[in-house]
Structure formats: structure tokens, C-alpha cells
């Protein structure tokens, strides 16, 4: 009943920047959270940042000087702006989202963006 599309990844600079979108649609009853989660090769998903209802936000320490995580509830889509991208940055970026189809919140997954920091 919900889909979620991930949008905005690519080939950047060491240095640069990049700012991905996600866009929920379908039976929302209501958006709990969103979030955005990455895995690199040979590693496990990692929370990268996550916004809430109530615009509570959490960073993993290694972007949170960098990164920043936003909303436009209006449209259901979430943003990750990324300032400073370095490789340690690449991987397959998936937006998450908390959403209420009927009663209680359940987690639905995008199929991912890929971001390629590299010379």
C-alpha cells in the first residue's frame, strides 16, 4: 500500500555534494518517521540520519556534521543533503519510512539510490 522511491544519487567529487530525495505514496494514513539508511559493500546497513513527527532528528556520528535531513510533508518526500562527501560516503542509500496504513506503523523500503564518491 506504500511505495517509497529514492531519487538523486550519482558520481561526486570527493569534497562535493549531493542532496537525494524521497517520495512516499499510496494508503498513508500517517508518517511517523522517515530516514535514511546506507550500505556499503561488505558492510551492514547503517541509520545514516532519521527525522520523526514531531521533527526530532538523529545523525550517525559520522555525518552529522556534514549531512543535513529534512521533510516536505506537504508532499511526503524526505531530503538528505550531503555536504563534504568523502569515499568512505559510498554506498546504496535507502530511504525508510514509518507509515501507518491502518493502525499501527509499519516499515516500508525504497530500492535504493547509489552515491559514488570518487576521483
Known amino acids: 500500500q506504500v511505495q517509497v522511491v529514492e531519487s538523486g544519487g550519482g558520481l561526486v567529487q570527493p569534497g562535493g555534494s549531493l542532496r537525494l530525495s524521497c517520495t512516499a505514496s499510496?494508503?498513508?494514513?500517517?508518517?511517523?518517521?522517515m530516514a535514511w539508511y546506507r550500505q556499503a559493500p561488505g558492510k551492514e546497513r547503517e541509520l545514516v540520519a532519521k527525522?520523526?513527527?514531531?521533527?526530532?532528528?538523529n545523525f550517525a556520528d559520522s555525518v552529522k556534521s556534514r549531512f543535513t535531513i529534512s521533510r516536505d510533508t506537504a508532499k511526503n518526500t524526505l531530503y538528505l543533503q550531503m555536504n563534504r562527501l568523502n569515499p568512505e560516503d559510498t554506498a546504496v542509500y535507502y530511504c525508510?519510512?514509518?507509515?501507518?496504513?491502518?493502525?499501527?506503523?509499519?516499515?516500508?523500503w525504497g530500492q535504493g539510490t547509489q552515491v559514488t564518491v570518487s576521483l
Open positions: 499510496g494508503s498513508i494514513r500517517r508518517i511517523s518517521a
Open positions: 527525522i520523526t513527527r514531531d521533527d526530532r532528528t
Open positions: 525508510n519510512v514509518a507509515a501507518a496504513v491502518a493502525f499501527v506503523d509499519q516499515s516500508y
